[in-house]
Every structure is written in structure tokens, then in C-alpha cells.
């Protein structure tokens, strides 16, 4: 009996299941970038001569396209120098760019603003509780801390009076 790994093997050689085949190289593409990243990947796609990588955060996709984009290009160049003859990479031998974008669905969970949005910049007000204690406390003379603790005294004792 073939185990699933073989089955898929043999599928992926046939030509109709090209695209599994370019699934699984660009997979490891991936596994070669950064964890975080790695993380952020939704779904990639081949379009033209472009790769495009989808992913969950736009700091994520600026990160990529400003930084690893050129290192996974680079790792794809090497690839095709190395596999020329080989039928194995022919399904990313035309890839001439790397792009990451984030999807509309998943950009429209993000609040964006332009420069024409009016944001709201009021200060909210915080509540203020009156002071319980009437700063009638004993401190002992041999703490360290008895003229902190005197201190405090009066600041409740002028915070109640006050009021």
C-alpha cells in the first residue's frame, strides 16, 4: 500500500498538478524567512512575473517588501543557477519581482486615516474619588520610614480638608 506522501509525490509529476508542485517551493520560500513573518503569511500567488505573498498586518508587509523582499529574490536567483537544467524550478524560473500586500478584507479590520480625517484629540476626564482615610494613622518611631509616612498624614488630611 503507498503511503499519502508517495501518492502526492507521483501526483505532483503529472502536468495537471503543476500547481501543487509550485505550492510546495514556495512554501519553502517562506520557511526561510523570519518567524514573525512566517507567521503573517496568508496565502501566496504567481501573477505574471511577480510573486505575490499576502499577509495579515500592514507593519508586516513593509517590513517585507522594504527588507526581505530582496534576500527571498535573491535566494529564488540562486536557486535558478543552481537548478538550470532541471525541470524542477520552471514553475518560479520567470519570477522577476516579490511583493507583499495585505488583502482588502483584512485591511479593512485596520483604522487607517488620511491626512483630510478629522481625529479626535479631546481629553477625557478621569474620574476623581474622594479620599476614605482621615489620616489618622499610627506610625511607630522606630520605622525607617516615619517621615514618609507623616508626610502622607498631612497630604490626606489637607486633601479631606479641602473639601
Given at each position: 500500500?503507498?503511503s499519502?506522501?508517495?501518492?502526492?509525490?507521483?501526483?505532483s509529476?503529472?502536468?495537471?498538478?503543476?500547481?501543487?508542485?509550485?505550492?510546495?517551493?514556495?512554501?519553502?520560500?517562506?520557511?526561510?524567512?523570519?518567524?514573525?513573518?512566517?507567521?503573517?503569511v496568508?496565502?501566496?500567488?504567481?501573477?505574471?512575473?511577480?510573486?505575490f505573498?499576502?499577509?495579515?498586518?500592514?507593519a508586516?508587509t513593509?517590513?517585507?517588501?522594504?527588507?526581505?523582499?530582496?534576500?527571498?529574490?535573491?535566494?529564488?536567483?540562486?536557486?535558478?543557477?543552481?537548478?538550470?537544467?532541471?525541470d524542477?524550478?520552471?514553475?518560479?524560473?520567470?519570477i522577476?519581482?516579490?511583493?507583499?500586500?495585505?488583502?482588502?478584507?483584512?485591511?479593512?479590520?485596520?483604522?487607517?486615516?488620511?491626512?483630510?480625517d478629522?481625529?479626535?484629540?479631546?481629553?477625557?476626564?478621569?474620574?476623581i474619588?474622594?479620599?476614605?482615610?482621615?489620616?489618622?494613622?499610627?506610625?511607630?518611631?522606630s520605622?525607617?520610614?516615619?517621615?514618609?509616612?507623616?508626610?502622607?498624614?498631612k497630604?490626606?488630611?489637607?486633601?479631606n480638608?479641602?473639601?
Amino acid at each position: 500500500m503507498k503511503s499519502f506522501q508517495s501518492v502526492l509525490f507521483n501526483l505532483s509529476k503529472k502536468k495537471c498538478f503543476k500547481h501543487l508542485k509550485t505550492i510546495s517551493i514556495i512554501n519553502k520560500l517562506i520557511l526561510t524567512l523570519p518567524c514573525s513573518l512566517r507567521k503573517s503569511v496568508i496565502f501566496t500567488s504567481i501573477k505574471n512575473d511577480t510573486l505575490f505573498i499576502a499577509m495579515n498586518h500592514p507593519a508586516y508587509t513593509s517590513e517585507f517588501n522594504n527588507f526581505k523582499a530582496n534576500i527571498l529574490f535573491s535566494i529564488i536567483e540562486q536557486l535558478k543557477e543552481n537548478y538550470q537544467n532541471k525541470d524542477e524550478l520552471d514553475e518560479i524560473k520567470n519570477i522577476k519581482k516579490i511583493k507583499a500586500y495585505v488583502p482588502k478584507d483584512v485591511l479593512n479590520n485596520f483604522a487607517i486615516y488620511s491626512k483630510n480625517d478629522e481625529i479626535d484629540f479631546t481629553i477625557k476626564i478621569i474620574p476623581i474619588y474622594k479620599e476614605r482615610s482621615s489620616g489618622e494613622f499610627i506610625v511607630e518611631s522606630s520605622n525607617p520610614f516615619k517621615k514618609e509616612f507623616d508626610n502622607i498624614k498631612k497630604i490626606i488630611k489637607n486633601a479631606n480638608s479641602s473639601r
